[in-house]
């Protein structure tokens, strides 16, 4: 009985052996998605073009803010200053103007995100090929996008980010 337990206690260690000698070998990388999604060149890029799109509407419903802002205030500052029949005009036309305007906010934010979502999910593709080719060139066995904690020597963000900037696919 004593011979069996040393027996399988030494081959234990054996194959404890075996696998810690395995896990050295086992290279790992870690990947911040959250900052691929801000600091690489191709979000930046994709930001910027966003911003462009939509700053005219952003103006327009701006413009209608101040609008509808400016017909408030010449309600509440002089009322018995304009008759009745003036008065409900305005009122209605600020009623009207303030739906007009909720809806294109609405519509703006809806347009918004999804012109969002559809550009990040390009960034995250092109990221991906660029975190498989890392992985491939630099013999990672394996890469994780997202943790709870990650130590700096085996975070590789810096690389993807360095790797998406070269990328001649950005040039779009």
């Known amino acids: 009985m004593m011979k069996t337990m040393t027996m399988k206690a030494i081959l234990l260690a054996v194959l404890l052996g075996s696998v810690s000698a395995m896990a050295g ?28 799109d939509f700053s005219s509407r952003d103006l327009e419903i701006k ?10 205030d010449s309600l509440e500052k002089n009322p018995a200053a304009i008759s009745e029949v003036e008065r409900r005009n305005k009122e209605r036309e600020l009623n009207a103007l303030n739906v007009n305007l909720q809806r294109m906010q609405r519509e703006f934010r809806e ?3 999804l012109r969002k979502n559809e550009e990040l999910a390009v960034v995250l593709e092109r990221a991906n090929k660029a975190i498989q080719a890392i992985a491939e060139s630099e013999k990672y066995d394996l890469i994780l996008q997202e943790a709870v904690y990650r130590n700096p020597k085996i975070d590789i963000t810096d690389k993807v980010i360095k790797n998406l900037a070269s990328d001649k696919a950005d040039s779009k």
């Not at 070998?25 to 462009?52: C, N, W, Y």
């Open 25 to 52: 070998d086992f290279k790992v990388g870690v990947v911040d998605t959250e900052r691929i999604l801000h600091e690489s060149a191709p979000a930046m890029k994709a930001a910027q073009k966003i911003e462009k």
């Open 63 to 72: 413009k209608m803010m101040k609008l509808a802002k400016e017909l408030q």
């Open 111 to 113: 347009d918004l995100n």
